[in-house]
């Protein structure tokens, strides 16, 4: 009898154990760092932003290129805008608003590759 | 108020014919300015008037373009991309010299768009051709057919480039006619540049509306495109040549 107690506590102690490695794990991975630079509220509400961002940039990227249709709202440049680091300037780099999701989701975005990551100030662009 | 189905048409067609009753003053206002709302039409087409007899040995316009469009090279000539460049004309008899500045001729029929396996490279429709770089696969066709060699291959890693020109190793690329500034209601980079500190030799303007300078000047005054015998019907065309 004693021995099945013991047997069933070891049992028990190990689950627990594994399931503490495994948080462990999950923490290994540094959570993103979502800080939102400028601006009360995003183009849409956060839970559609996550899921179809890329989406929304994926049509406003037709239709400003093959239209010349340069509404602003869904543009990479007003993602940029809002979301660069204050210090930085960029949404790249680490804890960048794009990288830092980007790497923790491990999904690799091609965008700044001919995209600037850098927020271009207005007033910079208006004296050109 | 109510207002049933068939008074709601009589009032649509008036206000119809009302629109009608001045249709040139419509049509005008609507090629000169776009709003961001509306998209590029074949209404337009761009185009742009160089007279190479103001044109001096100055580079202003491709420095502009390369300042504006974040054009920068690594000191190598042979691949460094080149979105306008000078050239330089001598008779070899008489050795009369001329300068001129070259770029994309955005033509009505481009061999560039035709040839592009993935439809990269295109035409908008008010006829600024452009390479729709999500979709270039780097494959050079393009800047096999274009008879002016008027595209680049980006051949290195680009940073630092400009938020309304996407530059990326891989794709190729060429004069824009500054669409980004176009679409505001600009002139390109390379035309106000001429017109402020160079000759004063470029006219940037619609081929379509009878009232712009372009067309007048084109209408009235002698002008050529380079190999016409192509027929590509260019819509950069030059005076002096």
């Known amino acids: ?128 | 108020m109510s207002l049933d189905r068939r008074q709601f048409l009589r009032w649509g067609a008036a206000a119809a014919a009302g629109a009608a009753l001045a249709p040139g003053i419509r049509l005008i206002e609507l090629a000169q300015a776009r709003s961001p709302q509306e998209a590029a039409s074949a209404l337009q087409r761009w185009g742009l008037l160089i007279d190479i007899t103001k044109c001096t040995d100055c580079d202003v316009c491709v420095t502009a373009c390369h300042e504006e469009n974040g054009v920068t090279g690594h000191g190598r000539p042979e691949t460094d991309a080149q979105w306008i460049r000078k050239v330089h004309l001598r008779d070899k008899r008489t050795g009369y010299a001329q300068t001129l500045p070259f770029m994309c001729q955005h033509c009505e029929h481009p061999p560039c768009v035709d040839v592009c396996p993935t439809g990269a490279s295109f035409k908008r429709d008010d006829g600024i051709v452009l390479v729709d770089k999500h979709t270039c696969i780097g494959c050079r066709y393009c800047v096999m057919a274009c008879p002016y060699g008027a595209r680049s291959f980006i051949h290195e890693t680009v940073s630092g480039q400009k938020a309304d020109a996407p530059r990326g190793k891989g794709t190729v690329e060429s004069c824009t006619l500054c669409v980004h500034r176009v679409d505001r209601g600009e002139t390109p980079a390379c035309v106000q540049a001429c017109n402020r500190d160079g000759g004063k030799a470029m006219v940037f303007g619609d081929l379509n509306d009878r009232d712009s300078a372009i067309h007048k000047r084109l209408r009235t005054e002698p002008s050529s495109q380079v190999r016409p015998d192509l027929a590509l019907n260019t819509g950069v065309r030059y005076q002096g040549l």
């Open chain 1, 1 to 128: 009898m004693m021995r099945i107690a013991a047997g069933i506590i070891a049992a028990v102690l190990a689950v627990a154990g594994f399931a503490d490695a495994g948080e462990k794990r999950a923490h290994r991975v540094a959570m993103p760092v979502v800080k939102i630079e400028k601006g009360e509220t995003c183009v849409a509400p956060t839970e559609e932003m996550r899921r179809d961002h890329m989406t929304m940039l994926l049509h406003q990227r037709d239709r400003t290129l093959r239209q010349g249709l340069r509404d602003s709202r869904f543009s990479l440049k007003n993602c940029v805008d809002c979301h660069a680091r204050r210090d930085t300037g960029s949404v790249l780099g680490k804890d960048g608003f794009c990288a830092s999701c980007h790497s923790y989701a491990s999904v690799s975005m091609d965008c700044f590759e001919c995209h600037t990551p850098v927020r271009q100030s207005r007033a910079a662009s208006a004296s050109r």
